[in-house]
């Protein structure tokens, strides 16, 4: 059974940090590109990143481009968002998704985590 388990969220203060975690079971973790998508209170699902199977290609949204990192630890079957220079409107539920087998595109995925909050208020 596929499974993906996001840790790692809280309330931290405009500027703050944060490291989100994703880990997963029942698949072969390293064969899978990663997405982090969120979803703010009363709006859709909105891309974050992706990250390729071994990690050496990243992508961003912009909104989120130089303030956050994704990486992945293929070893210990973890995926990582490094939240940085946290704004307000990055207040969201953050999930981690297995994307299909072979696909880098984030709305091709076939599993997704039940997510952690992260709240960003002063």
């Known amino acids: 059974e596929v499974q993906l388990v996001e840790s790692g969220g809280g309330l931290v203060q405009p500027g703050g940090s944060l490291r989100l975690s994703c880990e997963a079971s029942g698949f072969t973790f390293r064969r899978y590109a990663m997405s982090w998508v969120r979803q703010a209170p009363g709006k859709g699902i909105e891309w974050v990143s992706t990250i390729n199977t071994i990690g050496s290609e990243t992508l961003y949204a912009d909104n989120v481009k130089g303030r956050f990192t994704v990486s992945r630890d293929n070893a210990k079957n973890t995926l990582y968002l490094q939240l940085n220079t946290l704004q307000t409107e990055d207040t969201a539920m953050y999930y981690c998704?297995?994307?299909?087998?072979?696909?880098?595109?984030?709305?091709?995925?076939?599993?997704r985590g039940q997510g952690t909050q992260v709240t960003v208020s002063s």
């Open positions: 998704q297995r994307l299909k087998y072979g696909s880098i595109w984030w709305q091709s995925m076939d599993y």
